[in-house]
T-cell receptor, first 116, second 113 residues
Framework: GAVVSQHPSRVICKSGTSVKIECRSL??????MFWYRQFPKQSLMLMAT?????????EQGVEKDKFLINHASLTLSTLTVTSAHPEDSSFYIC????????????FGQGTRLTVV | GNSVTQMEGPVTLSEEAFLTINCTYT??????LFWYVQYPGEGLQLLLK?????DKGSNKGFEATYRKETTSFHLEKGSVQVSDSAVYFC????????????FGSGTRLLVRP
């Protein structure tokens, strides 16, 4: 079963509105989560690293005021796309590494965002 | 910078055919290499991995060997099934303690009965 749950799976919003995407680790604590974005027929590009209890670390070229990340607990990180525009339409996916004897990055199901 | 290049799809095969999906990488040091699979409507799942040169990762009949001399990590399966239809992503993790992954563009595989 899924160990990282992402919600919603699809969302359509109007230009200028904000959209929040949630990423939850279901049976483990994740002090770090990663947010990726995928354009059609392109790679998943790392947007930011979400750190529990501290500020997120954004990759070069990613607007931190546009893509707000909050990691308020050890099992939840949220990505808010603020004042969305059609060019923000994309597939967003989160991942969380589970530490311990066997480390692996588990991925959420992804969120298809369409801004109209 | 580090990067991953994989063959463009879609790849269309008949059931029981042999599969190869090419993946090459550019990286400093000794990265770990991964293949992830994404079935329709689902998130990415780890398929196999290799952490050092000459390691062979294998799972569900899929194999890939970490070739440092050719900077490659090609995915192979001797006999594909319809249920293997999915998008396959090659990825690398830099040689540090974080779990940031650099992905290839993904290759869609369609297996016909």
């Amino acid at each position: 079963g899924a160990v990282v749950s992402q919600h919603p799976s699809r969302v359509i919003c109007k230009s200028g509105t904000s959209v929040k995407i949630e990423c939850r680790s279901l049976d483990f604590q994740a002090t770090t989560m990663f947010w990726y974005r995928q354009f059609p027929k392109q790679s998943l590009m790392l947007m930011a690293t979400s750190n529990e209890g501290s500020k997120a670390t954004y990759e070069q070229g990613v607007e931190k005021d546009k893509f707000l990340i909050n990691h308020a607990s050890l099992t939840l990180s949220t990505l808010t796309v603020t004042s969305a525009h059609p060019e923000d339409s994309s597939f967003y996916i989160c991942s969380a590494p589970r530490q311990g004897g066997y480390t692996e990055a588990f991925f959420g199901q992804g969120t298809r965002l369409t801004v109209v | 910078g580090n990067s991953v290049t994989q063959m463009e799809g879609p790849v269309t095969l008949s059931e029981e055919a042999f599969l190869t999906i090419n993946c090459t990488y550019t990286a400093t040091g000794y990265p770990s290499l991964f293949w992830y699979v994404q079935y329709p409507g689902e998130g990415l799942q780890l398929l196999l991995k290799a952490t050092k040169a000459d390691d062979k990762g294998s799972n569900k009949g899929f194999e890939a060997t970490y070739r440092k001399e050719t900077t490659s990590f090609h995915l192979e399966k001797g006999s594909v099934q319809v249920s293997d239809s999915a998008v396959y992503f090659c990825a690398l993790k830099e040689a540090d303690s974080s779990y940031k992954l650099i992905f290839g563009s993904g290759t869609r595989l369609l297996v016909r009965p």
